[in-house]
Nanobody, 126 residues
């Protein structure tokens, strides 16, 4: 069992930056991990994924070139650096992980992840 706790959300102006962090605890964290988000009245959507070693990443088209996912397995953390933020990035951001992965294949659907954090709110406002 692993527990995931997100932090780093807040209120930011369009064009600004935020860095979200997901801290894992409970066991050695060698899961594949992702960030998802859920905006007001919207379904939860994939943002970015990273494999267990950090050697492979994948991004949703909507954030490619603006967001960067990374991990530090020594600290059991997965971060999401978000730059050039837009109003449509407003959402609750969730960290998710799974041990059910094969090689470097990355998952993009919520049902493919076993563990979830409680989420952290990111709000864009001018």
């Amino acid at each position: 069992q692993v527990q995931l706790v997100e932090s780093g959300g807040g209120l930011v102006q369009p064009g600004g930056s935020l860095r979200l962090s997901c801290a894992a605890s409970g066991r050695t964290f060698s899961d594949a991990a992702s960030w998802f988000r859920q905006g007001p009245g919207k379904a939860r959507e994939f943002v970015a994924a990273i494999n267990w070693s950090g050697s492979t990443t994948y991004y949703a088209d909507s954030v490619k070139g603006r967001f960067t996912i990374s991990r530090d397995n020594a600290k059991s953390t997965v971060d999401l650096q978000m730059n050039s933020l837009k109003p449509e990035d407003t959402a609750v951001y969730y960290c998710a992980s799974t041990t059910s992965y094969s090689g470097n294949i990355l998952f993009t659907r919520p049902v493919q992840y076993t563990y979830w954090g409680q989420g952290t709110q990111v709000t864009l406002s001018s």
